[in-house]
């Protein structure tokens, strides 16, 4: 029986992508455009990463120059300034995900384990009234794979009752390389690697553990 879910943020709980897309379209502005939509494919193929790993293969990969780890977090802290003033809008929120978690955090220890940088990622979650619902919630510049490894050795989880949903290959990668189940949602390219698949949270709520 499932006991914890971790939850990715992007593309789960809320449908942040077009808006982060014109992030990293702001930041670097004043840069080739052709190298710019090159960085958005590479954004939008790991949705998973963190936006320090994106301006760094932004610099090494596309521009071919070496960036140092302050410009990064010039770049980042660029970033999340507008990340801040758009994403409070809850008009980007997924509803079905947020109805599930508001209705089942009872039933369920719940996580958040994303990609988004850490100090942000609470922010928007304090601001549209999540935080209370989860047990935690981690962000970069943690790679994913280690948060979920010490949230799974800090919590003491049983992997066999833990699942990570996802909509992304580094998702999928997450869970994977922590032995824990993996339920793919909002992108149906994961379907080839996954046959957990939520079209909604049915299943979810059929499989719940009474404490």
Same mark, same amino acid.
């Given at each position: ?121 609470? %922010?928007?979650?304090? @601001? #549209? ?11 970069? *510049?943690?790679? !994913? &794979? +280690? ?37 793919? %949602?909002?992108?149906? @390219? #994961? ?11 049915? *299943?979810?709520? !059929? &499989? +719940?553990?009474?404490?």
């Amino acid at each position: 029986m499932i006991k914890n879910i971790l939850f990715d943020f992007d593309g789960v709980i809320i449908d942040s992508m077009p808006v982060r897309e014109y992030g990293f379209r702001k930041i670097f502005q004043n840069f080739d455009t052709n190298l710019v939509d090159k960085l958005i494919d590479y954004h939008e193929l790991n949705g998973g990463l963190s936006r320090f790993i994106k301006i760094k293969y932004f610099y090494e990969k596309l521009l071919n120059k070496n960036i140092d780890e302050e410009l990064i977090l010039e770049y980042a802290n660029s970033f999340s300034k507008i990340m801040k003033n758009e994403l409070i809008n809850k008009k980007y929120l997924i509803n079905q995900t947020v109805e599930f978690i508001i209705n089942h955090t009872q039933n369920y220890n719940l996580h958040i384990v994303s990609g988004s940088e850490q100090n942000e990622l609470r %922010y928007l979650c304090k @601001e #549209l009234n999540l935080t209370q619902y989860f047990n935690s919630i981690h962000g970069s *510049p943690t790679h !994913k &794979n +280690i948060l979920v490894k010490e949230l799974l050795e800090k919590s003491n989880y049983n992997i066999q009752e833990t699942i990570l949903i996802g909509d992304s290959i580094n998702d999928y990668e997450a869970a994977t390389v922590n032995n824990i189940n993996f339920y793919g %949602y909002n992108n149906t @390219e #994961l379907l080839k690697l996954s046959a957990d698949y939520l079209v909604d949270f049915k *299943p979810l709520i !059929k &499989n +719940i553990v009474q404490y």
